[in-house]
């Protein structure tokens, strides 16, 4: 896998920049900066110091403007920094321009996000779609970052007459992005055969946002035991398990995390995982309500898996860390009576919006799992009842 740049070493201090424009609030910015941290952490940097600034429009440049730079070199150099991460796509001009002022490895959200991808793959085909998504996303790059480029194999040093350095690189780059296609083709066939044969059960897949507690509610559902972690991307690669509730089977799945900004190129190297996603028959959306934006992380899923083509299925929200919702909305000295109404009204709400498909859970406490199996037990039943009418010792 290549590693153009050593992207984030443990305990780089970091330094996190914004900008306001017209497609972006200074609140969506804040938040998105929020969320940058916390990918930074996950990384291993820790992010020291944010700067955001409003501008009509992103600077060709350097993204911000000179002024601005000016600020954040000066901050850099009197504090000790060695990374700056934008939370917006920055061109390859704009990172050589960037870095010559600032003196640090500059970087932004999909470089970062990347990184963590490439950190966190385990299985053949998730270092493959990782490899192919660094690929993807250097190639426009190239300009004035050839320097990155770790040459590794097919056709290094037999540059053709005429041929500058930098199309060299080019021309290595499309060959590997080619042949790493061709290698994750190959592993999507094997992954498609083995769900083939999975024969006629009803697939369940867990969704949702990253960080929102899937793994923990594979584990608590299916009873084994799945990485979860308090990170962003804990689970890169899809486990499925087969789980039977009462005498009912059905495969449940645990996928990717989503997130706003998600590098297009990781979308499309990450197609095949999230065929498992496309290939279900009902969807386990988990939701962490306890998140201060969580109708925002809700939207961008919906949205996501609209561009996937697969929200014409069954969908069961679950509104997972009621016990933190309720420790960050209810103050301690809230009459109890009142604190119940409220939770009613909020219920009532999204059950009116999902037309009754929701689950209020605590997976850490395990508050309300009896009542979300029972849930996805009457839809599970609800499908073989449709699909395979003559499965009756599933119905029962």
Known sequence: MIDKKNIVQQEERAVLVGLVYKEQTEFQVQEYLDELAFLAETAGAIAVKRFTQKLAHPDSRTFVGKGKLEEIKDYIASRGVTLAIFDDELTGSQITNIEKELKV???DRSDLILDIFARRAKTAQAKTQVELAQYQYLLPRLKG?????????????TRGPGETEIETDRRIVKDKI???KKRLAE???QSFTQRKERGEFIRVALVGYTNVGKSTLMNLISKSEVFAENKLFATLDTTTRKVVFETTP???SDTVGFIRKLPHHLVESFKSTLDEVREADILLHVVDISHPQYEDQLAVVNKTLQELKAYDKPVITIFNKMDQYEKNTFDEWLEDDVREQLLIELKERWENETQGNCVFVSAIERKNIDG???TILTKVKELYRIRYPYKTEYLY
């Not at 770790?150 to 040093?157: C, D, W």
């Open 105 to 107: 490895k500059t970087i």
């Open 372 to 374: 979300l199996r029972n």
């Open 145 to 157: 970052m050839w320097s990155h480029l770790e040459r590794q194999g097919g056709g290094i040093g």
């Open 250 to 252: 059905f495969l449940l």
């Open 178 to 180: 080619t042949l790493l």
């Open 187 to 189: 592993i999507d066939k």
